[in-house]
């Protein structure tokens, strides 16, 4: 499947993020029909070594089961080390140039952007997505950059040429139809579906409000 359409629901998740043991609130998002997953495991109460590693192969597992690419947060080595489909790397992470060169060529690639000029780096870099953000305001992330907003969506769209972008930061089931009309291929939501009463349910319905006709 194209980076672009593996975008519209993307689903990112540490063990710290959810209510739920997380290879059930996973596997719930999985059938509820998540297109993209991110193994984010940091922040206070994170699993490191030996813990973080077992954990993540239990998920690329479960992802590998419902045919869905598994991305690894910031940690390059484990990626390549646990065979991922990608790694997701911030503005003060690992610079892309020396990320792709460690990778396989087949990895997924994703840099964040907190605003154009960071946006139009990555898209110069040759970043396979971006994920731009925060659009609107998250408890979920303590150090988040202030929302760009609708606005300032549109103008990374329009500023990335063909780089697909998903949108980041404060995205719900009351305002992802607005992220897609802002140009965005997909929405990245942690608390939307982590922290869902059901996150079966609310992965089904950030599935439906961000279809296209494609
Ligand atoms: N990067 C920018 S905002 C954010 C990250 C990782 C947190 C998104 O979490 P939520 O709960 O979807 O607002
Ligand atoms: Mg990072």
């Known amino acids: 499947m194209l980076v672009r359409e593996s975008l519209q629901v993307y689903f990112i998740m540490g063990s710290n993020n959810c209510r739920g043991e997380p290879l059930q609130v996973v596997e719930q998002a999985l059938k509820g029909g998540i297109t993209m997953f991110q193994f984010r495991e ?10 973080k590693h077992s954990l993540a192969i239990k998920l690329k597992q479960l992802c590998n089961h419902y045919g869905v690419p598994f991305i690894v947060n910031d940690d390059v080595d484990l990626a390549v080390d646990i065979g991922a489909d990608g790694v997701h790397v911030g503005q003060d992470d690992e610079p892309l140039a020396s990320v792709k060169q460690r990778c396989p060529k087949s990895f997924i690639i994703g840099v964040s952007a ?3 000029t960071e946006a139009v780096q990555a898209f110069q870099a040759g970043a396979d997505y971006i994920g731009a953000g925060p659009v609107f305001p998250t408890s979920t992330k303590q150090d988040a950059k202030l929302p760009i907003g609708l606005a300032g ?5 329009r500023l990335t040429g063909e780089t697909p972008v998903t949108a980041i930061g404060g995205i719900h089931t009351d305002n992802a139809a607005d992220a897609i009309k802002a140009g965005a291929d997909g929405v990245s939501v942690i608390s939307a579906i982590s922290q869902a ?3 079966q349910q609310a992965a089904q319905l950030l599935n439906k409000l961000t279809a296209k006709k494609r």
């Open 42 to 51: 940091k922040g206070s109460g994170a699993k490191t070594g030996k813990e």
């Open 114 to 116: 907190t605003n154009s």
């Open 153 to 157: 969506l549109e103008e990374i769209n």
């Open 197 to 199: 009463e059901s996150p």
